[in-house]
């Protein structure tokens, strides 16, 4: 069940892949809540990203924050395609995967995550967020920004 949705207006030249009726049908017997943002991606052609949510002070209940990205209408037919047939599948066994598992799962609390991205190469489904700022490693294993000091 979808319990949000928001959806800017879009620049010529541009379109949602996804309709909400889609991931509506995909999660039809999935019980989790589920908010939907259509957004226009600054970089990179993601049609569909998916977080899992756990409760915090804020929301005391799991979810999933769902976007869904804006890509070329000239890109829109065959990105629809891919989506249809293979992202929202696994989108939909990533989510059941995630709440399959038990509350005290480590995995819940290394922040869940799907991505795909069409682009003229074709669909790419991923399970690591792209960052704009370099990551590295600390010494105890944790990833952290890389800020520059340049200015």
Known sequence: MINSVSKPKLPKGLSFVLKTSQLE??????????DLRYWVPQCGGSILEGD?????ENVPY???????????SALRSAASEALRESAL???RDWLRKILSLSDRSPALHTHPYFN???????LTIS?????????RKRKDGRTIAQHSTRR
Do not use: M, T, W
């Open 25 to 34: 049908q995909a999660l039809f017997d999935i019980d989790c809540h589920v």
């Open 52 to 56: 899992y949510l756990l409760p915090n």
């Open 62 to 72: 799991p979810r999933v924050s769902v976007r869904a990205g804006a890509i070329s």
């Open 89 to 91: 599948p696994k989108f």
């Open 116 to 122: 795909a991205e069409y682009s003229s190469q074709g």
């Open 127 to 135: 399970h690591q967020p792209k960052y704009k700022v370099p990551r």
